[in-house]
Nanobody, 118 residues
Framework: QVQLVESGGGLVQAGGSLRLSCAAS????????MGWYRQAPGKQRDLVAT???????NYADSVKGRFTISRDNAKNTVYLQMNSLKSEDTAVYYC????????????WGPGTQVTVSS
Protein backbone atom coordinates (compact mmCIF):
# COMPACT_ATOMS: atom_id res chain seq x y z
CA GLN A 1 0.00 0.00 0.00
CA VAL A 2 0.98 3.62 -0.56
CA GLN A 3 0.17 6.53 1.72
CA LEU A 4 0.20 10.15 0.56
CA VAL A 5 0.27 13.14 2.89
CA GLU A 6 -0.23 16.65 1.54
CA SER A 7 0.74 19.92 3.18
CA GLY A 8 1.01 23.61 2.32
CA GLY A 9 -2.55 24.61 1.53
CA GLY A 10 -4.16 27.70 2.96
CA LEU A 11 -5.62 31.12 2.29
CA VAL A 12 -3.80 33.58 0.04
CA GLN A 13 -4.67 36.78 -1.75
CA ALA A 14 -4.92 36.90 -5.51
CA GLY A 15 -1.50 37.35 -7.03
CA GLY A 16 0.18 35.54 -4.17
CA SER A 17 2.02 32.24 -4.00
CA LEU A 18 1.74 28.91 -2.21
CA ARG A 19 3.82 25.76 -2.26
CA LEU A 20 2.20 22.36 -1.83
CA SER A 21 4.10 19.27 -0.79
CA CYS A 22 3.12 15.62 -0.92
CA ALA A 23 5.16 12.89 0.72
CA ALA A 24 4.64 9.28 -0.31
CA SER A 25 5.42 6.29 1.88
CA UNK A 26 4.90 2.54 1.77
CA UNK A 27 5.42 0.19 -1.15
CA UNK A 28 6.39 2.69 -3.85
CA UNK A 29 7.20 1.23 -7.23
CA UNK A 30 10.25 2.80 -8.91
CA UNK A 31 8.45 3.73 -12.14
CA UNK A 32 5.65 6.03 -11.14
CA UNK A 33 4.02 9.31 -11.94
CA MET A 34 3.13 11.79 -9.21
CA GLY A 35 0.90 14.75 -9.64
CA TRP A 36 -1.73 17.15 -8.46
CA TYR A 37 -5.41 17.32 -9.26
CA ARG A 38 -7.97 19.79 -7.98
CA GLN A 39 -11.69 19.87 -7.40
CA ALA A 40 -13.75 23.00 -6.91
CA PRO A 41 -17.21 22.81 -5.32
CA GLY A 42 -19.74 21.33 -7.72
CA LYS A 43 -17.11 20.49 -10.33
CA GLN A 44 -15.21 17.39 -11.36
CA ARG A 45 -11.67 16.64 -10.30
CA ASP A 46 -9.26 17.98 -12.91
CA LEU A 47 -5.58 17.47 -13.62
CA VAL A 48 -3.28 20.30 -12.58
CA ALA A 49 0.19 18.89 -13.24
CA THR A 50 2.07 15.60 -13.27
CA UNK A 51 5.69 14.53 -13.24
CA UNK A 52 7.14 11.10 -13.92
CA UNK A 53 9.97 9.49 -12.01
CA UNK A 54 12.11 10.40 -15.03
CA UNK A 55 11.19 14.06 -14.76
CA UNK A 56 8.73 14.45 -17.63
CA UNK A 57 6.09 17.04 -16.78
CA ASN A 58 2.59 17.83 -17.98
CA TYR A 59 0.44 20.85 -17.08
CA ALA A 60 -3.14 21.92 -17.53
CA ASP A 61 -3.35 24.89 -19.89
CA SER A 62 -4.90 27.00 -17.14
CA VAL A 63 -1.78 26.81 -14.96
CA LYS A 64 1.02 26.86 -17.53
CA GLY A 65 3.51 29.62 -16.77
CA ARG A 66 2.19 30.04 -13.21
CA PHE A 67 2.62 26.64 -11.56
CA THR A 68 5.73 24.48 -11.42
CA ILE A 69 5.79 20.83 -10.43
CA SER A 70 8.95 19.16 -9.16
CA ARG A 71 9.92 16.08 -7.22
CA ASP A 72 12.62 14.66 -5.00
CA ASN A 73 12.88 10.97 -5.80
CA ALA A 74 15.10 10.31 -2.80
CA LYS A 75 12.36 11.62 -0.51
CA ASN A 76 9.43 10.33 -2.59
CA THR A 77 8.03 13.84 -2.43
CA VAL A 78 6.36 15.98 -5.06
CA TYR A 79 5.96 19.74 -4.89
CA LEU A 80 3.70 22.25 -6.59
CA GLN A 81 4.88 25.85 -6.61
CA MET A 82 1.88 28.05 -7.37
CA ASN A 83 2.50 31.67 -8.33
CA SER A 84 0.22 34.46 -9.55
CA LEU A 85 -2.73 32.72 -7.94
CA LYS A 86 -6.22 33.58 -9.13
CA SER A 87 -9.60 33.17 -7.46
CA GLU A 88 -10.40 30.40 -9.95
CA ASP A 89 -7.53 28.37 -8.50
CA THR A 90 -9.59 27.92 -5.34
CA ALA A 91 -10.17 24.20 -4.85
CA VAL A 92 -9.22 21.15 -2.86
CA TYR A 93 -5.89 19.93 -4.23
CA TYR A 94 -5.26 16.19 -4.26
CA CYS A 95 -1.93 14.46 -4.58
CA UNK A 96 -1.85 11.41 -6.84
CA UNK A 97 0.63 8.62 -7.38
CA UNK A 98 0.20 6.25 -10.32
CA UNK A 99 2.17 3.07 -10.73
CA UNK A 100 3.29 3.11 -14.36
CA UNK A 101 3.65 -0.61 -14.96
CA UNK A 102 0.93 -3.22 -15.28
CA UNK A 103 -1.23 -3.45 -13.38
CA UNK A 104 -1.47 0.29 -13.06
CA UNK A 105 -2.72 1.54 -9.71
CA UNK A 106 -3.74 4.98 -8.46
CA UNK A 107 -3.30 6.31 -4.95
CA TRP A 108 -4.74 9.55 -3.58
CA GLY A 109 -4.03 11.82 -0.67
CA PRO A 110 -6.85 13.20 1.49
CA GLY A 111 -6.59 16.65 -0.13
CA THR A 112 -5.60 20.12 1.01
CA GLN A 113 -7.71 23.26 0.65
CA VAL A 114 -6.37 26.20 -1.33
CA THR A 115 -8.42 29.38 -1.14
CA VAL A 116 -7.52 32.46 -3.16
CA SER A 117 -9.29 35.65 -2.12
CA SER A 118 -9.86 38.37 -4.67
Amino acid sequence: QVQLVESGGGLVQAGGSLRLSCAASGSIFKFNRMGWYRQAPGKQRDLVATITSGGDTNYADSVKGRFTISRDNAKNTVYLQMNSLKSEDTAVYYCNLRKMVWPSEDYWGPGTQVTVSS
